[in-house]
C-alpha cells in the first residue's frame, strides 16, 4: 500500500498552490483522509480532513477559508488547493488515511501515510 503526495514547490506570499495524494495498493473509499503538514522543529499538524463519502470536511483555524480539501474515491486520490499561501504555511505536507470513516485531527488515528511534500513560501 503506498500513498504518493505530489505537487509541492516554491511560491510566493499570496500565490495558490495544488496537491495531490494518490492511493496505491488497494482502496480507501470507506475511509477519511486528511493532511498534516511539519515545519522545521516542530510537531507535525492537523491540515484539513474529508470523510469517506466526501460529505463532511474539517480544517484547522489556520487555513480555514483558505484551503479546500477534496477527494475522487473513483481514482483513488485526495487533493488540497491551498489559495493565499502565507511563510507560515511554509512546511512537509503528508496525506494520510486513517482506519475510520469520520474525520480525526490527531496522526494516532491514520495508518497509512505519504512519503510528504515540500511546500515553500518566501519572496
Known amino acids: 500500500v503506498q500513498l504518493q503526495a505530489s505537487g509541492g514547490g516554491l511560491v510566493q506570499p499570496g500565490d495558490s498552490l495544488k496537491l495531490s495524494c494518490a492511493a496505491s495498493?488497494?482502496?480507501?473509499?470507506?475511509?477519511?483522509v486528511a493532511w498534516f503538514r511539519q515545519a522545521p522543529g516542530k510537531e507535525r499538524e492537523f491540515v484539513a480532513g474529508i470523510n469517506w463519502n466526501g460529505g463532511t470536511t474539517y480544517y484547522s483555524d489556520s487555513v480555514k477559508g483558505r484551503f479546500t480539501i477534496s477527494r475522487d474515491n473513483a481514482k483513488n486520490t485526495e487533493y488540497i488547493e491551498m489559495n493565499i499561501l502565507e511563510p507560515e504555511d511554509t512546511a512537509i505536507y503528508y496525506c494520510?488515511?486513517?482506519?475510520?470513516?469520520?474525520?480525526?485531527?490527531?496522526?494516532?488515528?491514520?495508518?497509512?501515510w505519504g512519503q510528504g511534500t515540500l511546500v515553500t513560501v518566501s519572496s
Open positions: 494520510a488515511a486513517s482506519r475510520r470513516a469520520w474525520v480525526a485531527t490527531t496522526t494516532a488515528e491514520y495508518n497509512y
Open positions: 495498493g488497494r482502496t480507501f473509499n470507506n475511509n477519511a
